[in-house]
């Protein structure tokens, strides 16, 4: 099991940028594909970004590819999430995630979650 911590979301104004931090706790974080997913008040929770257990390859939804960038380092159990150009629209709860499977952006693909960090952009 995985235990996953986010932090660095904040308030920023619109074309500002921010970056997320995910640690995960354990020895095995490489083992996991990791995913970061966002959900607005109201919505769904939607998928932003995902990212291999090598990090060699990675995944963006569409609304936020060229904006944002999904990067890990397994020896410090950490998955960020370069977020640039902010638009009021990307205000949600940002959410870290992990699979026991292979990389997905599928929200049922992942097995565990953390408590989220909310990202507020101001007009």
């Known amino acids: 099991q995985v235990q996953l911590v986010e932090s660095g979301g904040g308030l920023v104004q619109a074309g500002g940028s921010l970056r997320l931090s995910c640690a995960a706790s354990?020895?095995?974080?490489?083992?996991?594909?990791m995913g970061w997913f966002r959900q607005a008040p109201g919505k769904e929770r939607e998928f932003v970004a995902a990212?291999?257990?090598?990090?060699?390859?990675?995944y963006y939804e569409d609304s936020v590819k060229g904006r944002s960038t999904i990067s890990r380092d397994n020896a410090k159990n950490t998955v960020y999430l370069q977020r640039n150009s902010l638009k009021p629209e990307d205000t949600a709860v940002y959410y870290c995630?992990?699979?026991?499977?292979?990389?997905?952006?599928?929200?049922?693909?992942?097995?565990?979650w953390g408590q989220g960090t909310q990202v507020t952009v101001s007009s």
């Open positions: 990212i291999s257990r090598s990090g060699g390859t990675t």
């Open positions: 354990g020895r095995t974080f490489s083992t996991y594909p």
């Open positions: 995630a992990a699979a026991r499977g292979v990389v997905t952006t599928t929200r049922t693909g992942y097995d565990y």
